[in-house]
């Protein structure tokens, strides 16, 4: 198929494509209409399926909390490792999502059913060779990464296992940026809350023991999260052959397309590199916190976790806007799509700033729900003051970036993250490191933010999609 180019010389304005016997309860009309409640309506259920996505991590926190701090410090250890490894999957889901929001939006469904089996059939492959790596080089990275006699062989053990899962893990969030990309972000929604139920019932269970089931300790929460992520990729599979997808994979006489696989892998790359270079910045936070002691890694751990589930929303709209600018984009509706992103960050801004406040004031309840060590919570609460009033900037950041990723581009976010977090955030922290100790490392964090966002936001005020007009999508306009 010859590359079809598109060039948004002027806000050029088509008819929206309507597709016939599109469910629009599940698959809603995000080419017409108020803007604004198409983001919302989309990111709600996306925020709500990130909360019970946090919560796989947060269970395993509060009931390891039970065990001992160590417990807590060896899957705190892990965090920032297996985000290294998700996040290679998370970025080339973007990719898929952008490239099949762009298809639908250009009305070319036997396209995005094509370029679904390719992304599926690349989740595979790429989620063995990424476990080989993880169960063969655990070792010699977390004890690099600075984890100590106490906690190493406790580290091995949860992170092995972790690391076999990742067939289901990759398998069912592929499957699951296929129909966010569709406009549904109600079916992962639900997927997610019965794989972090489970998850609810397995921990308590596989980690104290209960019956014939020995005590498992930190070895049990990792079969209770693969257990509970392959019930995802069971419903993923059923979702798909049931009918209710509006994009089909189609497997028939399957063979890989070259052209597709490179335009997933043309926003997909860049955005994992982006969440990469996030996770290797907090492997390094990792490894100067761990320089204070198991304790300070223990609240580096929670606080982490707290910070997940704070911007849950700005993942929820990120994720939105990834898939309305991606359809608007592919429907030539240049300004729909930048409303979306301009709205988008507005509205996290201001929502962001209410639950960093509120985070604030109740520093040490929530910190008592995952443990009852006092020099951790007292860790954790300064943790929480230089944290909480950047969680809007960090919504703001991540909104713009998705905005770019769903036009075709996602270089902005790339650019925004090391800016921020390389060049202005680690070096504060390593300068200050020093002088003040461990709050050093806090504030590295927060000053990454806020020249990540102000890069951001200049970026989209210069000109969105670029000055110089995007060209070369393979995407084009029905009929």
Known sequence: MPPRCMMFMSDQ??????????????????????????????????????????????????????????????????FPVLYFFVSFVMGVGVGLTSFIAREIGAGDIEKAGSVAANGIVFSIIMSCALALLGVAFSRPLFTALGAGPEIIESVLTYSRIIFVGFVFLFFAAFCTSIIRGEG???????????????????????IFGLGPIPMMGVRGAAFAMVISRSMMAVLAVRHFLSGKSLVKPTFRKFRFDISILKEILRVGIPSTITNMSA???????????AGHGPLAIAAYGIGGRIESIAILPAFGMSGAVLTVVGQNYGAFQLERAR???????????????????LSLIFSQQILFIFTDDPAVIAFGKDFLLFRA???????????????????????????????????????????????????????????????????????????????????????????
């Open 13 to 78: 304005k088509v008819e929206p494509i309507m597709i016939e016997g599109m469910p629009q309860n599940n698959h809603p009309d995000l080419l017409t209409g108020s803007i604004t409640k198409s983001v919302v309506r989309l990111s709600l259920p996306l925020a709500i399926a990130m909360l019970f996505q946090t919560g796989f991590s947060a269970i395993d926190m509060i009931f390891l909390g039970m065990v001992s701090p160590e417990a807590i410090a060896a899957v705190g250890m892990v």
């Open 389 to 479: 009033p950047f969680f809007a900037l960090v919504g703001v950041r991540m909104t713009v970036s998705s905005g770019f990723a769903g036009a075709g581009n996602p270089k902005v976010g790339l650019f925004t993250l090391l800016f921020g977090l390389f060049i202005v955030g680690l070096p504060t922290a390593m300068v200050l490191n020093d002088i003040i100790g461990l709050n050093a490392m806090w504030i590295g964090l927060s000053s990454s933010n806020l020249a990540g966002s102000l890069l951001a936001c200049f970026l989209f005020l210069r000109g969105f999609p670029a000055r110089q007009e995007i060209a070369a999508q393979d995407v084009t306009p029905a009929g």
């Open 339 to 357: 409303q979306a992103i301009k709205s988008a960050a507005i509205l996290i801004a201001g929502f962001m700033l209410g639950v960093g406040l």
């Open 184 to 206: 549904d972000t109600k079916t992962p929604m639900k997927f997610m809350l019965i794989a972090t139920l489970i998850n609810l019932i397995l921990d308590p269970i596989l």
């Open 279 to 289: 996770s290797i910045g907090l492997m390094v936070f990792m490894r100067l916190v």
